[in-house]
Structure formats: structure tokens, C-alpha cells
């Protein structure tokens, strides 16, 4: 993977620049900048790991997990797929939904007496978790989930830090050489380097989406409401039974 050190130095060659005051600071901050706006742009395979949840006899919710990965931040940043799972390892259907579509069906999901059974849909609120009735035993919920680089990765790491989303390697030697001529008000070249950087992210963008391993799954009845426009979900409860959910 390129280092901080690597990248660097490229931009130190394209500009030639690297004696200018604060060239080193003000680099690392437009990386760590860049590199925020390419990742919440799109999700990235890289930034793609997988997380798990417990969910115990009757409850409705619990906290979203948190990862420790290299370079990402902890906190989950969208969760594109999920399964549930039990103790003798049957796999179930599990349908992440958007917050409206989810607290208009199911109100009453905390509601001491609330009948319990498997849970089946689920949405984020916060920190949490929720699903849409007591859980009726132990399962293990499994979550495809992206997070976020860390907002300070450059800046506060050193020469051998890793660029965590190699596919953007490109797009970040570009978008720091605007920012040094922008710091310099050598405005023709911030413009042409500006320029290049989102044709560079854009061309990523379009790699990372041809990777065979990025399945689309249709969702049935326009309750679309994943975050990812890659990834949604089928409901064949839905189409089994004609309910309008």
C-alpha cells in the first residue's frame, strides 16, 4: 500500500513546492479532507468489514457494533447487507429499513407484553440498533457494514502511514497539488489540479463498482431505502403473500 511518505513526494515532484512554508501541513490536511469526501461519496470495498450484533431473549434493540480497523474509524458508517443466524446455525432473512418506514410499523415494539418471535426487520437509530418485535431466543445478527477513514489519518500519522483506500491513490497526489498551488495563488494550476482530482475520483468510483463481488439484490415494491444505491434488499414475504407491507 503507498505511504504517507510516498504520496508525499509525488506531489512534492508535480508542484515543486515542497520549500514552501507549511507545505507538509497544509498537504496532509487537504488528504485527510479529499479523502473524507471520496469516502462519503461512496463506499468503497475497502472500507467494507464485517460486524456482528447478540440479541438476546426478548430484546428489541442493542447498541451497533464497533470495529477496529487500521485506518477507519470505529463507528459504523452504513450497513449495506445482514443475516440472522441462531445457535444450530440456521440462516434467516434479515431486512434493514429506513427509520420512517420502520417506526410507522412497528410502534409498539418496546411495549411491555409485546408478543415476541423472530426478528426480521430492523432499523438504526443512533447508536442502536432496533428490530421490529422481542426477540423470541438468542440469535447472532450479522451486518455488512462500511466505516469511515479516520478524519485526521495523514495529518496526525507519520511517513510510513498507509493510504487505507488505494484505489484513490491517484485522486490524492492530484487534490494535494491543488491545495499547494492554491496555497501559493498559482490559481491556474489549483484549477487543472482540481480538475484532474474529481476526474481521477470519478474513474475510482466507476472501478470500485465493477468488481463481480458487488451483488445487487433487488428490493420489491419501491421500499428502497438503503443509503447505497449498490445494495438493496428483497422482501419475498412481500411477493409470497401480496401484503403491501
Not at 511518505?5 to 490536511?29: M, Q
Not at 464485517?50 to 431473549?57: G, K, Y
Not at 407484553?113 to 438504526?124: E, H, L, M, N
Not at 497539488?177 to 484532474?196: N, P
Request: glycine share 6%; charged share 20%; hydrophobic share 35%.
Amino acid at each position: 500500500m503507498t505511504t504517507r511518505s510516498n504520496l508525499a513526494s509525488r506531489v512534492a515532484n508535480r508542484t515543486g513546492r515542497s520549500g514552501e512554508t507549511n507545505f507538509y501541513v497544509t498537504l496532509y490536511a487537504a488528504f485527510d479532507d479529499f479523502l473524507q469526501e471520496a469516502c462519503l461519496q461512496h463506499d468503497f470495498q475497502t472500507m467494507t468489514t464485517e460486524d456482528s450484533i447478540s440479541v438476546s431473549a426478548n430484546a428489541y434493540s442493542a447498541s451497533m457494533p464497533t470495529s477496529s480497523v487500521d485506518g477507519f474509524e470505529s463507528d459504523v458508517h452504513h450497513i449495506l447487507s445482514s443475516f440472522l443466524r441462531d445457535s444450530s446455525s440456521s440462516t434467516y432473512n434479515f431486512f434493514i429499513k429506513s427509520v420512517e418506514w420502520f417506526t410507522r410499523r412497528f410502534p409498539d415494539r418496546s411495549r411491555t407484553g409485546a408478543g415476541t418471535g423472530r426478528p426480521v426487520f430492523g432499523a438504526r437509530l443512533g447508536k442502536e440498533l432496533h428490530w421490529n418485535c422481542p426477540a423470541n431466543k438468542a440469535y447472532t445478527l450479522y451486518l455488512q457494514t462500511t466505516h469511515l477513514p479516520d478524519e485526521s489519518l495523514f495529518s496526525s500519522g507519520n511517513d510510513s502511514t498507509e493510504s487505507p483506500v488505494s484505489i484513490l491513490d491517484l485522486a490524492l497526489v492530484a487534490y494535494g497539488s491543488y491545495a499547494i498551488f492554491e496555497a501559493v495563488a498559482a490559481t491556474g494550476e489549483a484549477d487543472r489540479q482540481l480538475a484532474r482530482a474529481y476526474g481521477l475520483l470519478a474513474i475510482a468510483v466507476r472501478s470500485d463498482e465493477k468488481e463481480p463481488a458487488r451483488t445487487m439484490i433487488a428490493q420489491q415494491r419501491g421500499f428502497f431505502s438503503h443509503p447505497d444505491p449498490n445494495v438493496m434488499s428483497f422482501d419475498e414475504d412481500a411477493l409470497a403473500t401480496g401484503d403491501t407491507l
